[in-house]
């Protein structure tokens, strides 16, 4: 795949980069050692002051960094700026607890005498330079929600963005390079998927992260299995959406078209298979296909645009086919389905789409729908919904509405994901974990965990 800026709501190629040759990416992993054996010694006060002067730079940047974002891979430019100023919120959410998150951690005196010690500790320190692979749906928050706290923590990054999004990926670079951080502290590698591995089996480089598909977490994580390197990986999902007669099911089907279809369909913690109780299922699937209908899909940059085109044609075509796939094996399209009529000769555009009787034969039940389509279920009680809820492969989040206590408690305990949300949508925050089970991935991004991913949890014993 080419390195290069296609809009995707023309289709029209506007910037080609070369990718990096091995004596670039030398100079850069050599920079990069060198940026973390002085980088480490830092104070927390350092680098927070540094985190917070980008935070200023980016919301300063957002409405440019916006339209790059916008004209690359087609999210609205409304939620391209409110992605900007996420990543600005968390820079400074990891710059004011970074401290207290790694502060020392002392054991009980009982157990500290018991072990023999005088005293004894546990400390977090830096690990060293992190490869982090990341994809083009939020360009900037992904590699922020990996950055801030990394960077915080004392270790250095690099990056290999995703190819579609290169001016992104040298926006970040120059974002901390302007904060002040040290030369080597944040690099972008401009680089194809081929060149990951060598990069990974580099003995400087000592850990990664991945959010991307399943296929490229497989390979990233068996590569640095090999190496005996930490990873954390984030692979998508196949988020799970229940509603049950208790719930303000007119709130759930209006906060459902949002879940659905936010950055045009494109997210791994979008609502996807919309899990309905029989006593207000009608009612639940007439609000919800309305409020699909009535989204407005158009220009990503025109600021009335609900949603704009998916960012390429592959993954358009990937998407066709499951609908396709579903409607032959006999789902019912109840709204979309098809390329808009007024974007039939430019862009990647697809209609908000909702489909009704799916089995667990068709491909759609299985597989993750990058794109605003909505699979609907019918079911009979909250057994059959967890059951439903659980019969994907995937497990990042889930969400469920009710005004019923045990109902929550229930579902609490039985999702199979690694995130429950009730009466709302699924979202993150930098101070909550973030994360899923089963081919969901492993590991967690944000909050405590977060920063404690890549640190080197050291035990330190005194004797008494």
Same mark, same amino acid.
């Not at 430019?77 to 990543?87: F, G, N, S």
């Not at 279920?377 to 809820?389: H, K, N, Q, S």
């Given at each position: 795949?080419?390195?290069?800026?296609?809009?995707?709501?023309?289709?029209?190629?506007?910037?080609?980069?070369?990718?990096?040759?091995?004596?670039?990416?030398?100079?850069?992993?050599?920079?990069?050692?060198?940026?973390?054996?002085?980088?480490?010694?830092?104070?927390?006060?350092?680098?927070?002051?540094?985190?917070?002067?980008?935070?200023?730079? %980016?919301?300063?940047?957002?409405?440019?960094?916006?339209?790059?974002?916008?004209?690359?891979?087609?999210?609205?430019?409304?939620?391209?700026?409110?992605?900007?100023?996420?990543?600005?919120?968390?820079?400074?959410?990891?710059?004011?607890?970074?401290?207290?998150? %790694?502060?020392?951690?002392?054991?009980?005196?009982?157990?500290?005498?018991?072990?023999?010690?005088?005293?004894?500790?546990?400390?977090?320190?830096?690990?060293?330079?992190?490869?982090? /692979?990341?994809?083009?749906?939020?360009?900037?928050?992904?590699?922020?929600?990996?950055?801030?706290?990394?960077?915080?923590?004392?270790?250095?990054?690099?990056?290999?963005?995703?190819?579609?999004?290169?001016?992104?990926?040298?926006? %970040?670079?120059?974002?901390?390079?302007?904060?002040?951080?040290?030369?080597?502290?944040?690099?972008?590698?401009?680089?194809?998927?081929?060149?990951?591995?060598?990069?990974?089996?580099?003995?400087?480089?000592?850990?990664?992260?991945?959010?991307?598909?399943?296929?490229?977490?497989?390979?990233?994580?068996?590569?640095?299995?090999?190496?005996?390197?930490?990873?954390?990986?984030?692979?998508?999902?196949?988020?799970?959406?229940?509603?049950?007669?208790?719930?303000?099911?007119?709130?759930?089907?209006?906060?459902?078209?949002?879940?659905?279809?936010?950055?045009?369909?494109?997210?791994?913690?979008?609502?996807?298979?919309?899990?309905?109780?029989?006593?207000?299922?009608?009612?639940?699937?007439?609000?919800?296909?309305?409020?699909?209908?009535?989204?407005?899909?158009?220009?990503?940059?025109?600021?009335?645009?609900?949603?704009?085109?998916?960012?390429?044609?592959?993954?358009?075509?990937?998407?066709?086919?499951?609908?396709?796939?579903?409607?032959?094996?006999?789902?019912?399209?109840?709204?979309?389905?098809?390329?808009?009529?007024?974007?039939?000769?430019?862009?990647?555009?697809?209609?908000?789409?909702?489909?009704?009787?799916?089995?667990?034969?068709?491909?759609?039940?299985?597989?993750?729908?990058?794109?605003?389509?909505?699979? %609907?279920?019918?079911?009979?009680?909250?057994?059959?919904?967890?059951?439903?809820?659980?019969?994907?492969?995937?497990?990042?989040?889930?969400?469920?509405?009710?005004?019923?206590?045990?109902?929550?408690?229930?579902?609490?305990?039985?999702?199979?994901?690694?995130?429950?949300?009730?009466?709302?949508?699924?979202?993150?925050?930098?101070?909550?974990?973030?994360?899923?089970?089963?081919?969901?991935?492993?590991?967690?991004?944000?909050?405590?965990?977060?920063?404690?991913?890549?640190?080197?949890?050291?035990? /330190?014993?005194?004797?008494?």
């Amino acid at each position: 795949m080419p390195i290069a800026t296609v809009n995707p709501a023309t289709g029209e190629t506007l910037k080609t980069y070369d990718a990096l040759s091995a004596e670039d990416i030398e100079v850069k992993l050599a920079r990069a050692a060198e940026a973390f054996a002085a980088y480490r010694t830092t104070t927390f006060f350092d680098r927070a002051r540094l985190l917070q002067g980008a935070a200023d730079l %980016l919301e300063a940047d957002a409405p440019d960094i916006a339209r790059v974002m916008t004209t690359e891979m087609g999210k609205p430019v409304a939620a391209a700026r409110a992605e900007a100023a996420k990543c600005a919120k968390t820079m400074r959410w990891y710059a004011e607890h970074a401290q207290h998150l %790694l502060a020392d951690e002392h054991p009980a005196e009982s157990d500290v005498k018991d072990s023999g010690a005088s005293r004894a500790h546990v400390r977090y320190r830096p690990l060293g330079p992190v490869l982090a /692979v990341m994809p083009w749906n939020f360009p900037l928050w992904q590699v922020v929600r990996f950055a801030a706290p990394a960077l915080m923590a004392g270790n250095v990054g690099l990056l290999k963005h995703a190819s579609n999004v290169p001016q992104t990926a040298l926006y %970040l670079e120059d974002l901390f390079r302007r904060a002040g951080f040290p030369e080597g502290c944040f690099q972008t590698l401009l680089i194809g998927s081929g060149a990951v591995e060598d990069i990974l089996r580099d003995e400087r480089v000592v850990a990664a992260t991945l959010t991307g598909s399943e296929p490229a977490g497989r390979s990233v994580a068996a590569i640095a299995g090999d190496e005996v390197k930490k990873t954390v990986l984030e692979l998508g999902g196949s988020d799970p959406y229940v509603v049950m007669p208790s719930a303000d099911v007119a709130k759930a089907a209006k906060t459902a078209v949002t879940a659905r279809v936010q950055n045009n369909g494109q997210s791994c913690i979008a609502a996807k298979r919309f899990i309905v109780h029989e006593d207000v299922f009608e009612e639940f699937r007439d609000a919800f296909v309305a409020g699909m209908r009535a989204l407005r899909v158009g220009d990503p940059l025109d600021e009335d645009t609900d949603v704009g085109p998916l960012a390429s044609e592959q993954g358009r075509t990937d998407l066709e086919e499951l609908v396709d796939d579903a409607v032959e094996s006999g789902a019912t399209v109840l709204c979309g389905g098809q390329r808009p009529k007024d974007f039939a000769d430019r862009g990647w555009f697809y209609e908000p789409t909702v489909i009704a009787d799916v089995t667990p034969e068709m491909r759609i039940h299985r597989e993750e729908t990058f794109g605003p389509v909505a699979t %609907l279920y019918r079911v009979a009680d909250l057994d059959e919904a967890i059951e439903v809820a659980n019969d994907t492969p995937f497990g990042l989040s889930s969400n469920l509405w009710t005004g019923d206590e045990d109902e929550i408690e229930r579902f609490a305990r039985d999702s199979g994901a690694g995130g429950v949300f009730v009466n709302g949508m699924t979202a993150s925050h930098p101070a909550l974990p973030f994360g899923g089970a089963k081919r969901s991935g492993y590991g967690r991004e944000l909050s405590d965990h977060g920063i404690k991913e890549f640190c080197n949890i050291t035990t /330190v014993w005194v004797a008494a």
